[in-house]
């Protein structure tokens, strides 16, 4: 690039003027007093943290989104990519902490790219940086705790876009406690769970999830697992050995031939394995109004000869503190079947989504999160929970009601002409004096020009002010 070239924006990146950003600062200030009501506090952290923050527990879609450097001093860091992890390092540190904790915060996080295996390979980013508006709760472990936090991003998301909200509500730990009753290993289980979009689609992408499984062994007979152990037995003694290419593998043949006993040396029955499979199948394709879903669910849980786990209650009082807490039981469904992507979730998960164009669109969400705290250092696990919402997301929904409102407080002066530029000053000063924002103009304004401004800046009045002071309206 030459010096003459014109340096462009970053790709994914946005600049905001006049009435947007007005607009995002206004609906941030609505909704910080909102949170308020609720004794949240505000909390700002660090835009830039230790990489290792956000790499302990996030795992998935989100660890690949991650801007991160080194720092001058050597360090690996990152620039935020959510909120989360750096409130409860915050919390971490407070000297006496006094739970439960509140907080609220609405500020810039940066992610590599919104979507990364949407688009096609060469597609620019859609977006790079957000605006997170919400609330973490540190401390409490009581179901009305999640209640609060689905019903506050209920009511942010209802006071900002204003059409349909919908609020679905999953739960991490009901499929984890239920797969705990399948004689299968934990990397079983771990694959099962990894793999819930999958199974939640088609038969033929449960077959695909099936085949995957038998590549990996987990269908093995007794026979095969002992031709496996024989193999791992060779490669213990160097009767075989890998090949050896330090740039693909940091592990040595030892090292890898433990972890391979280890996983098949773990309990594991493939009818049982088949079994789950089913039945988590099942589990993950319902999602219905509560009453129906967690009806269903049980009768599902019974059919396969498991047991309703205290998981599963768990999530039927978390919907029921949802409803006491005012959220209308139609905008509520249950659903088993969807991720996060954050792998630090622990218990109740949610979605916030709105209606356009007769479709749902996801504009945040949350959950519980209870042993993250104890991943970044604490001593104990510490009940958690909080959500996030896309303040850019939510404002697309806004059409031009609230931007259309001008600025009763503004007024923009110009002069009839160059006489008059000398009264400017002195007519500004007293209007300032008045309680009034005012913006001078140096120069005459053409119509197109007072449109203009009407435009970008939303003055509740643009005035020409001739040479004696004298002032007239010239745009209504």
Same mark, same amino acid.
């Given at each position: 690039m030459s010096n003459s070239d014109k340096i462009m924006r970053a790709p994914g990146f946005q600049d905001r003027v006049g009435s947007e950003l007005m607009l995002m600062e206004s609906a941030i200030s609505e909704l910080r007093a909102r949170f308020a009501s609720r004794g949240y506090l505000p909390i700002e952290t660090p835009l830039i943290e230790h990489s290792e923050l956000f790499l302990r527990m996030s795992g998935g879609l989100l660890s690949t989104q991650i801007f991160?450097?080194?720092g001058p001093d050597g360090s690996t860091v990152s620039i935020r990519p959510e909120l989360t992890a750096p409130i409860i390092r915050h919390s971490l540190h407070e000297s006496s902490p006094t739970f439960p904790q509140r907080y609220q915060y609405a500020a810039p996080i940066v992610r590599y790219s919104e979507r990364p295996y %949407?688009?096609?390979?060469?597609?620019l980013p859609r977006r790079r940086q957000f605006t997170q508006i919400g609330a973490e709760l540190i401390g409490p472990d009581h179901p009305a705790a999640d209640g609060e936090v689905i019903a506050m991003a209920t009511d942010a998301a209802e006071e900002i876009t204003r059409f349909g909200i919908a609020i679905r509500i999953g739960h991490v730990g009901v499929i984890w406690s239920l797969l705990e009753q399948f004689q299968i290993s934990?990397?079983?289980r771990l694959f099962i769970a990894s793999n819930l979009a999958a199974l939640k689609g088609n038969p033929e992408q449960t077959r695909a999830v099936q085949q995957q499984a038998a590549r990996l062994g987990m269908l093995a007979s007794l026979d095969q697992r002992e031709k496996q152990l024989e193999l791992i037995r060779k490669l213990r003694a160097r009767a075989i050995s890998l090949p050896q290419d330090d740039s693909h593998s940091l592990r040595s043949t030892q090292e890898i031939a433990e972890r391979l006993k280890k996983?098949?040396? %773990?309990?594991?029955d493939p009818k049982a394995f088949s079994a789950a499979i089913e039945f988590i199948s099942h589990i993950v394709t319902l999602s219905a109004a509560p009453d129906e879903a967690l009806e269903r669910t049980e009768s599902i849980i019974q059919k396969h000869g498991l047991q309703v786990t205290e998981e599963v209650k768990n999530l039927c009082r978390v919907v029921g503190a949802?409803?006491?807490e005012g959220v209308e039981e139609g905008k509520i469904s249950v659903d088993l079947g969807f991720s996060t992507g954050i792998e630090y979730y622990t218990g109740m998960i949610f979605n916030v989504s709105a209606r356009r164009a007769g479709q749902q669109e996801r504009i945040g969400g949350g959950g519980r999160y209870d042993r993250l705290a104890k991943a970044l250092g604490s001593d104990t696990d510490i009940p958690a929970l909080g959500?996030?919402?896309s303040l850019e997301k939510m404002l697309e929904f806004i059409e031009e009601e609230p931007i259309a409102k001008p600025n009763s407080n503004l007024i923009v002066l110009a002069p009839t002409d160059d006489s008059a530029s000398p009264a400017i000053a002195g007519r500004a000063a007293e209007l300032r004096c008045a309680g009034f924002q005012v913006?001078?103009?140096?120069k005459a304004l053409t119509s197109a020009q007072a449109e203009s401004i009407k435009k970008q800046m939303r003055p509740s009045k643009i005035m020409a002010v001739s040479e004696d002071?004298?002032?007239r309206e010239i745009v209504q």
């Open positions: 991160d450097f080194i %949407e688009d096609p390979p060469r597609a934990q990397r079983a996983n098949l040396c %773990e309990p594991h949802t409803i006491d959500f996030a919402l913006a001078s103009m140096f002071g004298a002032t």
